[in-house]
């Protein structure tokens, strides 16, 4: 007889979350390639306030601001060694941190040339694919969350690439991956979830979003201490503080001290701290109680209340 071929179980239906989810990801990627072309040559190119060299660095203020990424991102990575729950978009966020601290770097050395800005953008596209595979994992599923790493991934790379003529897949990848974030961080966290805010990771971008469009205004309102772009790179980092929060380190239940039972909030019992598991508790014998029929403790009980009545 011929041996019965292995049967490998299905994956499971897409649940009404994925549902919603490979929609939004459908009307974006229309959105990219069927929406008009916006030419980069048309676009404003921004000039940067902050020019002023230090020890020979120029644009030191907006190149020394990128050090932050690669501390967060070596952070991020040292906490990740520890925990074996993490989502599969924690990894690529961490790593497109130290790219973007790279790539930004590269390119705020001469911000003139309009090369340089590719590897800043490419930089970029990692990072807000483990951003929206974090937030996938962490309200939808953990299949959603590897899925969304990978396809944002492919597509911002893609679109960071043809940025160079065309602006309008980047300009999808950067801000309708913000509104599909949004809409992720207003719905319920899923079982065995890690707890990243993703609020407050939005609200870190969103600052540096202002810094951005401040950079003339900041500098003014510093007396040319500090510009509103290099204020944008230090947000923007500290947007991963709340992952690496989340991330924190596991604690091991048979080290923590024996304080009260959750169930009924008592303390155990000095008796049982020493029992071993199973074996049997010996009580202490009852006291005797004296019997009625004995005549002997019936007599002297009966002289001890005679006494007592006298």
Not at 170 to 177: D, K, L, R, Y
Not at 258 to 281: D, L, M, Q
Request: net charge positive; aromatic share 8%; proline share 8%.
């Amino acid at each position: 007889m011929l041996p019965a071929p292995s049967r490998r179980p299905w994956p499971a239906a897409p649940q009404a979350r994925e549902n919603f989810l490979i929609c939004a990801l459908f009307i974006l990627t229309s959105v990219a390639l069927f929406a008009p072309a916006l030419p980069a040559s048309a676009w404003h190119v921004a000039h940067f306030v902050d020019t002023r060299t230090w020890m020979g660095l120029p644009n030191a203020g907006d190149v020394l601001s990128n050090l932050p990424f690669l501390a967060m991102g070596v952070w991020g990575l040292a906490r990740l060694r520890a925990r074996r729950d993490a989502h599969a978009g924690a990894i690529c966020f961490f790593v497109g941190l130290i790219l973007t601290c790279i790539g930004s770097s590269y390119y705020h050395l001469a911000p003139d040339a309009p090369e340089r800005l590719v590897a800043d953008r490419l930089g970029m596209a990692v990072v807000f694919a483990g951003f929206l595979g974090i937030a996938a994992g962490e309200r939808i599923s953990a299949r959603a969350g590897q899925a969304v790493v990978v396809l944002v991934a492919a597509a911002g790379l893609l679109a960071a690439w043809v940025a160079r003529e065309n602006l309008t897949p980047w300009a999808v990848v950067q801000f309708g991956g913000l509104a599909l974030a949004v809409g992720l961080a207003l719905t319920r966290p899923v079982p065995r979830a890690l707890g990243v805010p993703l609020g407050g990771m939005l609200v870190f971008y969103v600052l540096a979003k202002l810094f951005e469009l401040g950079d003339v205004t900041v500098f003014e309102a510093t007396g040319h201490i500090v510009s509103g772009h290099t204020l944008k790179h230090l947000g923007a980092a500290l947007a991963a503080w709340p992952v690496i929060r989340a991330l924190g380190p596991v604690r091991d239940i048979k080290s923590m001290p024996r304080r009260t039972t959750a169930a009924t909030g008592s303390a155990p019992s000095p008796h049982s701290a020493g029992t071993r598991p199973g074996a049997r508790r010996r009580h202490p014998p009852a006291p005797a109680v004296p019997s009625c029929s004995d005549p002997s403790q019936s007599g002297s009980a009966y002289e001890t209340r005679s006494r007592k009545a006298g």
